[in-house]
């Protein structure tokens, strides 16, 4: 599976929008790019997915760009809730994809 | 749906002493996975299970893990004897399928202590 790249922290306004970027450069055409993300002390929460098109669902949206080697999930408006750790993974359709590398991820912090 | 659910949510034991984590997965999900997180690290995978069945275990760290999933339902992860570097928080995922198109649902993990 692909790498990803993300930045080690954010902060954010509460009520703006919250855009946290990942690159994968290094993606092939059968990998999705999926976004978890772990609020303290509880267990990894999946937001979204996707593999070529941008999806949006009741929590975020995903933005992938054209040669998808970089993506951007969208908190549309940041809540004190959402300061959390934020992953961002590729897997492929083909293996297992619970083998994924969740790396360090993006801290981010939502401020009043 | 309900949920993933692990048991217990935290555990002190002794080192040398046996534990025995329990995971409940999401009804009629047959894609079970262990992970665990150590001090400082990141989150880690341990093994895969498809209903009963070890599909992949290659991230267990030695022979004093035991994974089990009798029955396809819920699964069990034993660590014996227990050493202080066992210490750290297990989360267990289930997926309807195996592959990339398919979310992992996780539990709130067990946090575990070796003194």
């Known amino acids: 599976d692909a790498k990803t790249t993300q930045p080690t922290s954010m902060d954010c306004a509460e009520g703006r929008a919250a855009n946290l970027p990942c690159n994968h450069s290094?993606?092939?055409?059968?990998?999705?790019v999926y976004w978890y993300r772990q609020i303290h002390s509880q267990g990894p929460q999946y937001i979204i997915h996707?593999?070529?098109n941008n999806e949006t669902n009741e929590m975020a949206s995903l933005i992938i760009t054209e040669d998808r080697k970089s993506s951007t999930l969208i908190l549309p408006h940041a809540t004190l809730r959402d300061t959390a750790v934020y992953y961002c993974?590729?897997?492929?359709?083909?293996?297992?994809?619970?083998?994924?590398?969740f790396g360090d991820g993006t801290t981010l912090t939502v401020k009043p | 749906e309900a949920g993933v659910t692990q048991f217990p949510s935290h555990s002190v034991i002794e080192k040398g002493q046996t534990v025995t984590l329990r995971c409940d997965p999401i009804?009629?999900?047959?894609?079970l996975y262990w992970y665990r997180r150590v001090m400082g690290k990141e989150i880690k995978f341990l093994l895969h299970?498809?209903?009963?069945?070890?599909?992949?275990e290659s991230g267990m760290p030695n022979n004093r893990f035991l994974a089990e999933r009798t029955g396809g339902t819920y699964s069990t992860l034993k660590v014996q004897p227990a050493e202080l570097e066992d210490s750290g928080v297990y989360f267990c995922?289930?997926?309807?399928?195996?592959?990339?198109?398919?979310?992992?649902?996780f539990g709130n993990g067990t946090r575990l202590t070796v003194t």
């Open positions: 995922a289930s997926s309807q399928n195996r592959g990339g198109n398919s979310p992992l649902h």
């Open positions: 290094t993606i092939s055409g059968n990998e999705y």
């Open positions: 996707g593999l070529k």
């Open positions: 993974i590729v897997s492929s359709i083909n293996t297992n994809a619970g083998k994924s590398t």
């Open positions: 009804s009629g999900h047959d894609n």
């Open positions: 299970f498809v209903k009963e069945s070890k599909q992949d």
